[in-house]
């Protein structure tokens, strides 16, 4: 009766342990956090009657701005509106609303801000990163 108490024991602990194993590799590998980094190209002003009030295009201006890019976590609720090819809200940074949208051509960003009377896109294209 003590011999098959200890070998329950230890069929129950390398179940336990094998159990737990499994549920750490399920969640590590289902909840790896994203990174986006978009690179913006032009920037356009326009007034929040419509009118449009200047574009850039200069690279180093823009450079000047973002530095390398802009970069922002994403939670991984949202890395399935990508495939929708629909824009979403991905978050907000201290320059605006960042919006993206998933395409054949890859990831689509915009930084939008508002300001006074004027209405500031950035436009251009992102990536997604793990871990």
Same mark, same amino acid.
């Given at each position: 009766? !003590?011999? @098959?108490?200890?070998?329950? /024991?230890? !069929? =129950?602990?390398?179940?336990?342990?094998?159990?737990? !194993?499994?549920?750490?590799?399920?969640?590590?590998?289902?909840?790896?956090?994203?990174?986006?980094?978009?690179?913006?190209?032009? /920037?356009?002003?326009?007034?929040?009657?419509? /009118?449009? =009030?200047?574009? +850039?295009?200069?690279?180093? #201006?823009?450079? +000047?701005?973002?530095? #390398?890019?802009?970069? &922002?976590?994403?939670?991984?609720? &949202?890395?399935?509106?990508?495939?929708?090819?629909?824009?979403? &809200?991905?978050?907000? =940074?201290?320059?605006?609303?960042?919006?993206? $949208?998933?395409? #054949?051509?890859? =990831? /689509?960003?915009?930084?939008?801000?508002? @300001? #006074? @009377?004027?209405?500031? !896109?950035?436009?251009? $294209?992102?990536?997604?990163?793990?871990?």
């Amino acid at each position: 009766m !003590i011999k @098959n108490k200890f070998i329950l /024991e230890k !069929i =129950v602990k390398n179940y336990l342990f094998g159990t737990a !194993i499994l549920c750490l590799t399920f969640f590590s590998n289902t909840s790896i956090a994203a990174t986006v980094s978009c690179m913006f190209m032009t /920037e356009t002003t326009i007034s929040k009657s419509g /009118e449009w =009030v200047k574009s +850039n295009t200069d690279f180093m #201006d823009l450079f +000047n701005t973002f530095g #390398d890019g802009l970069k &922002l976590p994403l939670k991984n609720s &949202l890395l399935g509106n990508l495939d929708s090819g629909k824009p979403f &809200l991905a978050g907000t =940074v201290s320059r605006g609303n960042v919006y993206l $949208m998933g395409g #054949d051509m890859g =990831v /689509e960003g915009k930084l939008i801000s508002v @300001n #006074d @009377n004027f209405i500031t !896109i950035y436009d251009g $294209m992102c990536s997604t990163s793990f871990g």
